[in-house]
């Protein structure tokens, strides 16, 4: 699994999450903050991770994939977390693909996440 820093994925990955998960309906934002490994949030600081689509340019899933960089999260902790959720929501295993496509993995790897 990759062990790059989160920091490290690039924009086109962190566009495709937040296309992703930044709505109201399931899987969301909010639904990968409760499979992440040994995270817990606080109320308080989801409702802070809500209030960020009041923001130009902001948006919850951007704002807690900066909160996890800041954690020192991998790229392959966070995709192991929404592979998780993959098994429970099949529209997400194609962002799983392609968030492994993103950061140079190869076929036979995405083909081997699910």
Request: include cysteine; glycine fraction near 6%; charge should be positive.
């Amino acid at each position: 699994m990759e062990q790059k820093p989160l920091s490290e994925l690039p924009d086109e990955a962190k566009l495709l999450l937040k296309q992703t998960l930044d709505r109201r309906e399931k899987p969301n934002w909010q639904t990968l903050i409760k499979v992440l490994p040994g995270i817990a949030y606080s109320k308080y600081q989801i409702e802070k991770f809500h209030l960020a689509i009041l923001k130009p340019d902001k948006s919850p899933t951007t704002e807690l994939l900066n909160d996890l960089s800041k954690k020192g999260k991998t790229i392959g902790e966070l995709i192991q977390s929404i592979n998780a959720l993959g098994h429970q929501f099949q529209e997400l295993q194609p962002l799983v693909y392609e968030l492994h496509r993103n950061i140079g993995g190869n076929d036979k790897m995405c083909k081997n996440i699910y």
